[in-house]
């Protein structure tokens, strides 16, 4: 295949596997009842809401999510991957995902009304262990599948 081709399909595609790995965590959490009152993908749809001054479909924080998990996400870990320490895509993606989670707890979360980590979700730090657990799923099999699509690798 051809490197170019390989530069725009790799990232898109370990990154919707980092994302449907995301999506299933997500129904888990639903399933479970795992923090009822943490509701990132509400507290998005109403901060959308507030910009657009009108409702917003619930499908669109989901269809933001996979957007932004495939394609801008993907192609920042493409553009990251050779920086990021370790040899072994598990390892670069928990790198990746940490620093995610770090830029999500202080800027996501305040965006969304929800302060520094979610601390102010009233919830304690649960909110900020569940969202590590959230962006290290994501960022684990975003760096396992990048590796194993690795043309170079076989």
């Not at 990154?15 to 509400?42: D, I, N, Q, R």
């Not at 320490?85 to 305040?110: C, D, H, N, T, Y």
């Not at 969304?112 to 980590?117: A, H, P």
């Not at 969202?131 to 099999?141: E, N």
Request: glycine content about 12%; charged content about 10%; aromatic content about 12%.
């Amino acid at each position: 295949m051809a490197a170019g081709l390989d530069r725009l399909w790799r990232p898109v595609v370990a990154g919707l596997c980092g994302t449907a790995a995301h999506t299933v965590l997500m129904a888990l959490k639903s399933w479970a009842h795992w923090l009822p009152g943490f509701t990132p993908y509400k507290d998005l749809q109403a901060m959308l809401a507030g910009l657009v001054g009108t409702s917003v479909p619930a499908a669109v924080p989901w269809v933001l999510s996979y957007f932004n998990g495939s394609v801008v996400l993907g192609f920042l870990y493409r553009a990251m991957h050779r920086r990021l320490p370790g040899r072994e895509g598990a390892v670069k993606g928990a790198v990746f995902g940490f620093l995610g989670w770090i830029a999500m707890g202080l800027i996501a979360f305040p965006l969304l009304g929800r302060g520094l980590f979610a601390t102010q979700a009233g919830l304690g730090l649960e909110p900020a262990f569940f969202t590590l657990l959230m962006m290290l799923t994501y960022s684990i099999v975003l760096g396992i599948a990048y590796a194993a699509l690795d043309p170079d690798r076989h």
